[in-house]
């Protein structure tokens, strides 16, 4: 099993760009996670998804999408990006309540 | 909502001394608390988890305890080793829904 995969690994966009960031899951979990983390800092919730059809948002939903495209994949978009979303974005899923969330790798993305 | 207050920010300990990190949480329902572990440019991964209905937990050199009276979960790491040097997560459910609300964080450094 893979786990939770992110593509792409790093990307540069400039201001105003749009990107859309992947992240897939075999495990048949329920929910999945969006998350940003800024250099030296927590983990922030950025938007959820309890399970496939329902989205929500978290701490930090501001200039981001989410679509749960089914229940393997839930994607983040940016519709036009600033260099506040400088950041390190992780998906995580988990088998629902009180169970525990497994993270990506991680994408690393930089805003000019 | 849930809030997480995580202490200390850095903790510095000799190769074989213990560590121990604080957490406390203000949601009295929340009844799951893991503790995440991330090395520098990795995803975070869970080391230990404890449920409300005990009291601690024990894997190892690591251990979590529970106070619910409280509001408050400690991180204890025995015969601390270079390779434990990380920052640590602690985190809590939010109570009825499927979040989990982060601490800030400790950067652990063990010196040999």
């Known amino acids: 099993n893979a786990g939770v995969t992110q593509t792409p690994k790093f990307q540069v966009l400039k201001t105003g760009q749009s990107m859309t960031l992947q992240c897939a899951q075999d495990m048949n979990h329920n929910s999945m996670y969006w998350y940003r983390q800024d250099p030296g800092m927590g983990l922030r919730l950025i938007y959820y998804s309890a399970s496939e059809g329902t989205t929500d948002k978290g701490e930090v939903p501001n200039g981001y999408n989410v679509s749960r495209l089914n229940k393997r994949e839930f994607s983040l978009r940016l519709e036009s990006a600033a260099p506040s979303q400088t950041s390190v974005y992780f998906c995580a899923s988990s088998g629902g309540f009180q169970e525990t969330q497994y993270f990506g790798p991680g994408t690393r993305l930089l805003v000019l | 909502g849930e809030n997480v207050e995580q202490h200390p920010s850095t903790l510095s300990v000799q190769e074989g001394d213990s560590a121990v990190i604080k957490c406390t949480y203000s949601d009295s329902a929340s009844n799951y608390f893991p503790w995440y572990k991330q090395e520098l440019g990795k995803r975070p991964q869970l080391i230990i988890d404890?449920?409300?209905?005990?009291g601690e937990k024990k894997d190892q050199r690591i251990a979590v305890t529970l106070n619910k009276t409280a509001k408050h979960f400690s991180l204890h790491i025995t015969e601390t080793q270079p390779e434990d040097s990380a920052v640590y997560f602690c985190?809590?459910?939010?109570?009825?829904?499927?979040?989990?609300?982060f601490g800030t964080g400790t950067r652990l450094k063990v010196l040999a």
């Open positions: 985190a809590a459910e939010d109570s009825g829904t499927y979040k989990y609300i």
């Open positions: 404890i449920r409300s209905n005990v």
